[in-house]
């Protein structure tokens, strides 16, 4: 780990995490990358991401991932003594970052209420499924399942073989939901420091996956309205059994068609694929002039091309099949040589496995490298912002199961005795490591 020259942002920032699986713990671990001091509070059991790709040693990279920087500690919350040191904690910390079930935090006495009578100043990041009212509230709930009842699963339109739904390839509800706890985290601390008062944060998941669909989910009442209840007639007429999943799609696909996409697209090369991005008229100009393509629609108002005229589809359809059989004539390497000569944005598809050894990769240090006490060094991504006066830098590596409880009693006072009591009573779990 390399040493700040300046403390971060969140400097001095205590921060009290009981959080399990990912949205949580990376809300976490970004305040981490920002300087506060995370504790992260792991029954005996320990997260169950762990056992995500396991490495064995209750590691896992799924856990390895996301809980970089902390300090980890071992309790056993169903008994007076580790309440009371929950407690304690509390006391004495800026930040509270949970993920349970509302039942289980008022069980083990570390709900908002409990919590803030200690501490007035506390700030209580509350992070649920689908929020606390509703008639899904009382659910528990994944990335997987906020995709489904948000619709975000639907919109990339991917299927199982079998046809079925099938989840986006990243956990985009928890990943976006850990931003929005860190962000919601930081403007509490400002308003505090103007205040003095704490408050409770309240995160779901399933309104960030509802967030990041932007203008899929918007609906303008002039535009909109018939071609929205039509479709979505025709779906539940479909979904007795005379449409498959597919089908259903192409409808949704209807209210709001798009034909002859060239300007914003991936494309097969030669020897690869190369993605193009051209979302102004200028820019759609440079592709056409690179390519040699024309398309009668550029300089036309949207309003002025009938999409569904069969004539109009075909043309479009032909301007397609003339664009891929373009790219495949040569290579991904001319094709980025063209392309940047024309102010075209372009790039190659790579994969992520490729990208520890990328050039663009290396030159902006978007990887960090970290000495995880039991696997060695670990590289991995960044903090995704830098501040020029408060630089952000990761922390160190995830701890171990309990890896930091002693450290942490002690600094509440906790003399061996003590400490040594409340293991042998099964407080504090099996020995660390």
Same mark, same amino acid.
């Given at each position: 780990?390399?040493?700040?020259?300046?403390?971060?942002?969140?400097?001095?920032?205590?921060?009290?995490?009981?959080?399990?699986?990912?949205?949580?713990?990376?809300?976490?671990?970004?305040?981490?990358?920002?300087?506060?001091?995370?504790?992260?509070?792991?029954?005996?059991?320990?997260?169950?991401?762990?056992?995500?790709?396991?490495?064995?040693?209750?590691?896992?990279? *799924?856990?390895?991932?996301?809980?970089? &920087?902390? !300090?980890?500690?071992?309790?056993?919350?169903?008994?007076?003594? $580790? #309440? /009371?040191?929950?407690?304690?904690?509390?006391?004495?910390?800026?930040?509270?970052?949970?993920?349970?079930?509302?039942?289980?935090?008022?069980?083990?006495?570390?709900?908002?209420?409990?919590?803030?009578?200690?501490?007035?100043?506390?700030?209580?990041?509350?992070?649920?499924?689908?929020?606390?009212?509703?008639?899904?509230?009382?659910?528990?709930?994944?990335?997987?399942?906020?995709?489904?009842?948000?619709?975000?699963?639907?919109?990339?339109?991917?299927?199982?073989?079998?046809?079925?739904?099938?989840?986006?390839?990243?956990?985009?509800?928890?990943?976006?939901?850990?931003?929005?706890?860190?962000?919601?985290?930081?403007?509490?601390?400002?308003?505090?420091?103007?205040?003095?008062?704490?408050?409770?944060?309240?995160?779901?998941?399933? *309104?960030?996956?509802?967030?990041?669909? &932007?203008? !899929?989910?918007?609906?303008?009442?002039?535009?909109?309205?018939? $071609? #929205? /209840?039509?479709?979505?007639?025709?779906?539940?007429?479909?979904?007795?059994?005379?449409?498959?999943?597919?089908?259903?799609?192409?409808?949704?696909?209807?209210?709001?068609?798009?034909?002859?996409?060239?300007?914003?697209?991936?494309?097969?090369?030669?020897?690869?694929?190369?993605?193009?991005?051209?979302?102004?008229?200028?820019?759609?100009?440079?592709?056409?002039?690179?390519?040699?393509?024309?398309?009668?629609?550029?300089?036309?108002?949207?309003?002025?091309?009938?999409?569904?005229?069969?004539?109009?589809?075909?043309?479009?359809?032909?301007?397609?099949?003339?664009?891929?059989?373009?790219?495949?004539?040569?290579?991904?390497?001319?094709?980025?040589?063209?392309?940047?000569?024309?102010?075209?944005?372009?790039?190659?598809?790579?994969?992520?496995?490729?990208?520890?050894?990328?050039?663009?990769?290396?030159?902006?240090?978007?990887?960090?490298?970290?000495?995880?006490?039991?696997?060695?060094?670990?590289?991995?991504?960044?903090?995704?912002?830098?501040?020029?006066?408060?630089?952000?830098?990761?922390?160190?590596?995830?701890?171990?199961?309990?890896?930091?409880?002693?450290?942490?009693?002690?600094?509440?006072?906790?003399?061996?005795?003590?400490?040594?009591?409340?293991?042998?009573?099964?407080?504090?779990?099996?020995?660390?490591?």
């Amino acid at each position: 780990m390399t040493t700040q020259p300046h403390p971060g942002p969140l400097a001095g920032v205590k921060v009290l995490e009981f959080s399990e699986i990912i949205a949580a713990p990376f809300g976490g671990m970004l305040l981490s990358d920002m300087g506060a001091d995370v504790i992260k509070v792991e029954s005996p059991a320990g997260d169950p991401w762990r056992a995500f790709q396991p490495l064995g040693m209750r590691e896992g990279r *799924g856990y390895i991932s996301l809980n970089r &920087g902390k !300090r980890g500690v071992m309790l056993d919350l169903n008994t007076p003594e $580790g #309440r /009371e040191i929950i407690h304690q904690l509390a006391e004495r910390t800026d930040v509270v970052i949970i993920n349970y079930r509302p039942d289980v935090a008022v069980k083990l006495g570390i709900d908002y209420a409990t919590l803030s009578a200690k501490n007035p100043r506390l700030i209580y990041c509350d992070n649920t499924a689908f929020g606390r009212r509703g008639p899904h509230a009382h659910r528990p709930g994944y990335d997987i399942i906020a995709q489904a009842l948000s619709g975000l699963m639907t919109v990339e339109g991917r299927r199982e073989e079998s046809g079925v739904p099938m989840m986006n390839g990243l956990p985009s509800a928890d990943i976006s939901t850990g931003l929005a706890i860190a962000w919601g985290i930081s403007a509490a601390l400002y308003s505090r420091e103007r205040t003095g008062r704490g408050q409770c944060i309240s995160t779901t998941l399933m *309104g960030s996956a509802l967030t990041i669909q &932007g203008t !899929r989910l918007m609906s303008i009442e002039a535009v909109d309205t018939d $071609g #929205r /209840e039509t479709a979505l007639a025709k779906i539940n007429e479909m979904r007795g059994g005379s449409g498959t999943y597919k089908e259903q799609l192409e409808v949704i696909a209807g209210v709001r068609p798009t034909i002859g996409n060239i300007y914003y697209r991936c494309f097969q090369t030669a020897d690869g694929f190369i993605a193009v991005g051209c979302l102004s008229a200028p820019l759609r100009r440079k592709l056409l002039n690179a390519t040699g393509l024309l398309d009668f629609r550029l300089g036309k108002r949207p309003e002025d091309v009938d999409v569904t005229d069969p004539e109009t589809i075909e043309i479009c359809k032909k301007l397609v099949a003339d664009g891929e059989a373009l790219f495949a004539s040569k290579s991904s390497e001319e094709w980025m040589r063209i392309l940047d000569e024309h102010g075209v944005p372009a790039g190659p598809v790579r994969y992520t496995e490729e990208l520890l050894d990328d050039e663009q990769v290396l030159e902006n240090n978007f990887l960090t490298s970290v000495d995880h006490p039991m696997l060695g060094p670990v590289r991995m991504a960044a903090p995704m912002i830098q501040m020029t006066d408060t630089p952000l830098e990761a922390q160190g590596a995830s701890p171990t199961l309990g890896q930091h409880t002693e450290d942490v009693l002690r600094e509440l006072g906790y003399d061996d005795a003590h400490i040594a009591s409340l293991r042998e009573a099964g407080v504090l779990g099996r020995e660390p490591g």
